[in-house]
Each structure stands twice: as C-alpha cells, then as structure tokens.
C-alpha cells in the first residue's frame, strides 16, 4: 500500500529551524519526483519544494529559495525539507506528495499521492 507520513513540525520563533521528513512506503519514492507543499488557512496549496530522481535536479519557491533546502535519503526511503531562517508567512500545513512522473512541477494535480500534512507555525 503506497502511503507517505509527514513529521517534524512544530511550533518555532521567526528566525528559527526545522527539519520536515516525509517516509514513503509502498513505493520506490527515488523513481518519482517528490514535492513539498503548504497550505495556510484560505490559501490555495502552493509548491514549496521538489527534487527529481536521482536527487541531482532540485527546484524551490522564490519565496524559500535560500532558507529551504530538500533532500533525499534513499536508504531510508525519505525526503526531508531543511527549513531556516523561518518567518511567520511560512506558518502552514506541509505535505509532501508523489508525483505521477520524473520531473519537478509544481502542480498539485500533477501529484497522484499525499501525505496527512504536518503543522508548521512560525510564532513569537
């Protein structure tokens, strides 16, 4: 059964880190592109971050370039989201998905698996 469980949210001052996983199971998650995304509250969900297979080819938001970085550990079959230097319109719910092919796009509809999300809340 393919399934991807998000962690490593939390509550963090601005200017603060944190470090999102995203396990995948079910799959092989280095033969797709995997994607973060965020959703705040009435926004529309929006791309954060993909990284292609292989784990060469890497794309991001304007607005987290230089402060996120993804990551993938094939061993363990997760893809992480380094997050630093955090401000409060970072505050959302992350999800990490599946991409239905091998390239970074930053279309939701272009994703054919979803995590549960995870709350990230960037706060003084």
């Known amino acids: 059964q393919l399934q991807l469980v998000e962690a490593g949210g939390g509550l963090v001052q601005p200017g603060g880190s944190l470090r999102l996983s995203c396990a995948a199971s079910?799959?092989?998650?280095?033969?797709?592109?995997i994607g973060w995304f965020r959703q705040a509250p009435g926004k529309e969900r929006e791309g954060v971050s993909c990284i292609r297979p292989g784990g060469g080819e890497t794309d991001y938001a304007d607005s987290v370039k230089g402060r996120f970085t993804i990551s993938r550990d094939i061993t363990k079959n997760t893809v992480y989201l380094q997050m630093n230097s955090l401000k409060p319109e970072d505050t959302a719910v992350y999800y990490c998905a599946k991409a239905s092919f091998r390239l970074c796009v930053f279309r939701p509809s272009d994703y054919d698996a979803w995590g549960q999300g995870t709350q990230v809340t960037v706060s003084s």
């Open positions: 079910g799959f092989t998650s280095d033969y797709y592109a």
